[in-house]
């Protein structure tokens, strides 16, 4: 999975949101400020973001996501 799949991803289940990944092959870490995590628990943010992907951890094209979310300022 690519890390351009895996942004535009997340911009279209989080519209507006910022990322910044790093990493590479299958293992990739994101950072996400997005206005959606607005009155969300740390883990509720959390889940948002690796909802995204269920699909690539069952199937086995991500193997690891390292998830890092912030509110906008």
């Known amino acids: 999975m690519s890390p351009e799949k895996i942004q535009q991803m ?3 289940a989080l519209p507006g949101s910022q990322v910044k990944m790093a ?3 299958c293992n990739f870490s994101v950072e996400v400020t997005s ?3 607005v009155g969300k628990s740390p883990l ?3 889940r948002m973001v690796n909802d995204v992907f269920k ?3 069952e199937s086995g094209e ?3 996501l ?8």
């Open 10 to 12: 997340i911009h279209d």
């Open 23 to 25: 990493g590479a092959d």
């Open 35 to 37: 206005s959606a995590f």
């Open 44 to 46: 509720q943010r959390h």
């Open 55 to 57: 699909a690539q951890f």
């Open 62 to 64: 991500l193997h690891a």
């Open 66 to 73: 390292s998830i890092k979310t912030n509110l906008p300022e």
